[in-house]
T-cell receptor
Framework: KQEVTQIPAALSVPEGENLVLNCSFT??????LQWFRQDPGKGLTSLLL?????REQTSGRLNASLDKSSGRSTLYIAASQPGDSATYLC???????????FGTGTRLTIIP | ETGVTQTPRHLVMGMTNKKSLKCEQH?????MYWYKQSAKKPLELMFV???????ENNSVPSRFSPECPNSSHLFLHLHTLQPEDSALYLC????????????FGPGTRLLVL
């Protein structure tokens, strides 16, 4: 059974700093991996989707990497801003089982 | 806005009450999902509907009863809930066969007293 872990559960960083969020998964037979953002009182928004054949994806100040063999992904946020404060969730889809398996998330706070 | 709306946004109910959560999507999708998000736990998939037919029930207790009258609407009927059912209930939709690109609603925050 796939398990997805995100450590730390919470992170506070001064504005302007670069930061890395971590995600690990136990079953490397994944079809893809997604990073989501969840704001308080709102649903999830997909930020980046990496297919199993890809190593990374970039969108603006966000860069997500994938190392399937080690069961890890990172989300790099450059030049953090207070508006980046949110909970970031990682989710994987396995071959043969297209459901999303989510991690518990990292609550990020950017300090002005 | 993601095109998926949920009502009510907040709900407080007693263990003997009966209530319903509503989800509506305006994206023309044919798959809809109910998830439960509890504190410090990963999102748990509860139910999946494809073209109005239930295709997944993730061992959800019978006190949760889903209904999908058409591809745009999804309900979750609640009765005799327990305090541990207090959580954020999220609805999502996608276009089959694609399950990985899901659009989420804002959720209903449920408190069971």
């Amino acid at each position: 059974k796939q398990e997805v872990t995100q450590i730390p559960a919470a992170l506070s960083v001064p504005e302007g700093e670069n930061l890395v969020l971590n995600c690990s998964f136990t079953d490397s037979a994944i079809y893809n991996l997604q990073w989501f953002r969840q704001d308080p009182g709102k649903g999830l928004t997909s930020l980046l989707l990496i297919q199993s054949s890809q190593r990374e994806q970039t969108s603006g100040r966000l860069n997500a990497s994938l190392d399937k063999s080690s069961g890890r992904s990172t989300l790099y946020i450059a030049a953090s801003q207070p508006g980046d404060s949110a909970t970031y969730l990682c989710a994987v889809t396995n071959f043969g089982n297209e459901k999303l398996t989510f991690g518990t998330g990292t609550r990020l706070t950017i300090i002005p | 806005e993601t095109g998926v709306t949920q009502t009510p946004r907040h709900l407080v109910m007693g263990m003997t009450n009966k209530k319903s959560l509503k989800c509506e999507q305006h994206l023309g999708h044919n798959a809809m999902y109910w998830y439960k998000q509890s504190a410090k736990k990963p999102l748990e998939l509860m139910f999946v509907y494809n073209f109005k037919e239930q295709t997944e029930n993730n061992s959800v207790p019978s006190r949760f009863s889903p209904e999908c009258p058409n591809s745009s609407h999804l309900f979750l009927h609640l009765h005799t809930l327990q305090p541990e059912d207090s959580a954020l209930y999220l609805c999502a939709s996608s276009q089959p066969p694609n399950q990985e690109t899901q659009y989420f609603g804002p959720g209903t925050r449920l408190l069971v007293l």
